[in-house]
């Protein structure tokens, strides 16, 4: 078992960062609106604040817990509470809206398009990983947990 659920160039935050990055080179050269114009910024802006809001809930939950937050370190516990309790993934769920938000704001299709990108490789690469690390770390606790919370909300 390895010591850590996320080791790797395949971390969360850079796959998003990356999923961004692409997303607004593209709209550069391209730009495709996403959303009426009138709409942008506030639904931009509300979405934003309902991201960073989740993730200091989930991150805050995950220090109360005394587990670290970053994956390249070792899990100590499996966090049951706060947005844990509808989510067993409530920060990259949060990064995942932070992209969205963003794409609206920005109004760019290619924002949205490449977060689909980012989904899909945290889907079928990033948790299921992690999936496997902690059902080897907390056999008796991780399946119960993960039959009873959906994986993204």
Not at 17 to 22: E, F, Q, T
Not at 42 to 57: K, S
Not at 123 to 149: G, H, T
């Amino acid at each position: 078992m390895p010591d850590s659920a996320n080791i790797g160039l395949a971390r969360p935050p850079v796959i998003y960062l990356g999923s961004i990055a692409l997303g607004v080179v593209i709209h550069f050269v391209w730009p495709v609106p996403l959303v009426p114009s009138a709409i942008s910024t506030p639904v931009g802006v509300i979405g934003t604040l309902a991201a960073v809001a989740l993730f200091v809930y989930a991150v805050g939950t995950f220090r109360a817990a005394g587990t670290p937050v970053p994956g390249n370190r070792p899990t100590t516990t499996i966090v049951r509470t706060g947005p844990y309790r509808f989510s067993r993934n409530p920060i990259y769920l949060a990064f995942s809206l932070l992209q969205l938000a963003i794409a609206v704001w920005v109004n760019s299709l290619w924002l949205a398009l490449t977060l689909l990108a980012a989904v899909a490789v945290m889907s079928l690469v990033v948790i299921p990983r992690e999936e496997r690390y902690l059902e080897a770390r907390f056999p008796s606790e991780y399946s119960p947990y993960k039959a009873s919370v959906r994986r993204w909300f």
